[in-house]
């Protein structure tokens, strides 16, 4: 009997570590203390809200209010 795409395939993993977010953001070139949020699309790309900084490498903010900016990252081929 042929075993189910379930049997073959690995179970997702059961929480996403620091160090995962760390290296995710390591690979798309981001200093990961500035990403806030990463959203990944399989036929769009990756999504990515950043805390801007400005010149002096300063936190941009005006009161409580950060300011954010967001990234897309096309998916290639």
């Given at each position: 009997m042929p075993s189910s795409d379930a049997e073959t395939q690995p179970a997702p993993t059961e929480h996403v570590t620091t160090d995962h977010l760390r290296a995710m953001c390591e690979i798309l070139g981001?200093?990961?203390e500035?990403?806030?949020?990463i959203t990944s699309d399989a036929s769009e790309g990756v999504t990515v809200t950043v805390l801007v900084r400005d010149r002096?490498?300063?936190?941009v903010a005006r009161?409580?209010?950060v300011l954010t900016a967001t990234i897309h990252i096309p998916l290639g081929s």
């Amino acid at each position: 009997m042929p075993s189910s795409d379930a049997e073959t395939q690995p179970a997702p993993t059961e929480h996403v570590t620091t160090d995962h977010l760390r290296a995710m953001c390591e690979i798309l070139g981001l200093p990961p203390e500035c990403v806030r949020t990463i959203t990944s699309d399989a036929s769009e790309g990756v999504t990515v809200t950043v805390l801007v900084r400005d010149r002096t490498g300063h936190i941009v903010a005006r009161g409580d209010d950060v300011l954010t900016a967001t990234i897309h990252i096309p998916l290639g081929s």
